[in-house]
């Protein structure tokens, strides 16, 4: 069987797609990193694609003879963001578990890289997972500061703040 990948930017109708993806990766991969309590409340409110991120033309997703196995991207800002016209938002960037150290996230991120540095930002600045905190390092990416993210509902998300100058 011959593989093909493809990268291509996410549109709407790849909402469920993204979903069930998303809801895979994170009890998966975050579980180490993370206590279980802490999972099931942030599970329901990261397991989710934003809407105008998917309709943004930013945001991209690699398929592997169809099924998507690896999505991110990047904005101007994001909710919690202070919003600066400099600085880009790395935005939910995942891959499948099975399709791991597969090189993938790297390729979909040096798409956004280039895509970012195109328009002139100043720096792509991400809120890391503790678990892809080494995954941002090795594109570059430099701690700032440890916070707690507000992701809504009243739940926040211990992460690592990174910026990546361009």
Request: charged share 20%; with cysteine; glycine share 8%.
């Given at each position: ?30 579980a ?34 169809g099924e ?40 979909l ?17 991400c ?40």
């Amino acid at each position: 069987m011959t593989l093909t990948l493809t990268l291509r930017p996410a549109d709407p109708s790849d909402r469920l797609a993204v979903d069930a993806l998303l809801s895979r990766v994170y009890p998966k991969m975050l579980a180490r990193d993370y206590p279980a309590a802490t999972l099931r409340a942030a599970h329901p409110l990261i397991a989710k694609s934003n809407p105008d991120l998917l309709a943004s033309g930013t945001y991209h997703l690699i398929e592997e003879n169809g099924e998507v196995i690896c999505v991110g991207g990047w904005s101007r800002g994001y909710p919690t963001a202070i919003q600066e016209d400099s600085a880009g938002h790395v935005r939910h960037v995942a891959t499948d578990p099975r399709h791991l150290r597969r090189g993938h996230a790297a390729h979909l991120m040096k798409h956004v890289l280039a895509e970012a540095r195109a328009t002139r930002l100043d720096r792509l600045e991400c809120l890391s997972t503790t678990t892809a905190q080494s995954f941002y390092a090795g594109l570059g990416f430099m701690p700032v500061q440890n916070i707690d993210a507000d992701i809504g509902g009243g739940v926040t998300f211990p992460v690592v703040k990174m910026q990546l100058p361009l």
